[in-house]
Every structure is written in structure tokens, then in C-alpha cells.
């Protein structure tokens, strides 16, 4: 069992940057691929950003890209997400999530491939 719990979410300016963080916890937690996750309201959740274990594999969706940057801290089990630039298209409810191991994109951006989740932070972003 992985236990996750997002935080630093909040309400900024376009331009601004915000770093998310999230907490793993429990047995091989540190061994897990960490994603993150948006959801707009009445949108889909999808897919941002993804990194393996050791932090050296990482992907992320093109709207992002160039803009956030996805990394770990194995000795602290945190996943972080830096975000700059950032854009009113950019405002969700932001969650990390965990599955078991890497794969390519097709795999990483599904959802249903990952077996944990956090309960979200919210991030609004006004123009």
C-alpha cells in the first residue's frame, strides 16, 4: 500500500510559478513510477507529468513542457512539480498518483494504470 498526499497548491497570477509537492509513503513506495494529474472542472482528468524511480526517465504532456519540471527526492520519498509560467489554462485540482513501473507514454498518461492516488491540491491560476 502507497499512501500519497499533495500539497502547496493556491491561488496565483498568470506568469507566476508554484511548486506542488507530494509525500509517499509505505513498503517499495520509493521504488514506484509518480505521476501528476489535473482535473478542471467538467473536464477529464489528464495527464502532466510522469518520472521513474531513480528520477532519470521523465515525460510530460506538451502543454507543459518547457513550462513544469517533474522530479524526486528519493531521501525525503517527495515528488515535486515546479511550475513557472504559468497559464489561467493551467487552474485544476492537481493529484500525484503512483503505479508500479515505467512504461511508455501510451501507458502513462492513462489514469486507470495507476494504482494510487492522493487527494488533489488545488492550483487557480487568475489572468
Known amino acids: 500500500q502507497v499512501q500519497l498526499v499533495e500539497s502547496g497548491g493556491g491561488l496565483v497570477q498568470a506568469g507566476d510559478s508554484l511548486r506542488l509537492s507530494c509525500a509517499a509513503s509505505?513498503?517499495?513506495?520509493?521504488?514506484?513510477?509518480l505521476g501528476w494529474f489535473r482535473q478542471a472542472p467538467g473536464k477529464e482528468r489528464e495527464f502532466v507529468a510522469a518520472?521513474?524511480?531513480?528520477?532519470?526517465?521523465?515525460y510530460y504532456t506538451d502543454s507543459v513542457k518547457g513550462r513544469f519540471i517533474i522530479s524526486r527526492d528519493s531521501a525525503k520519498n517527495t515528488l515535486y512539480l515546479q511550475m513557472n509560467s504559468l497559464k489561467p489554462e493551467d487552474t485544476a485540482v492537481y493529484y500525484c498518483a503512483a503505479r508500479e513501473s515505467w512504461s511508455g507514454p501510451t501507458t502513462l498518461i492513462r489514469p486507470t494504470t495507476y494504482d494510487y492516488w492522493g487527494q488533489g491540491t488545488q492550483v487557480t491560476v487568475s489572468s
Open positions: 518520472i521513474n524511480w531513480s528520477g532519470g526517465s521523465t
Open positions: 509505505g513498503r517499495a513506495s520509493r521504488g514506484y513510477t
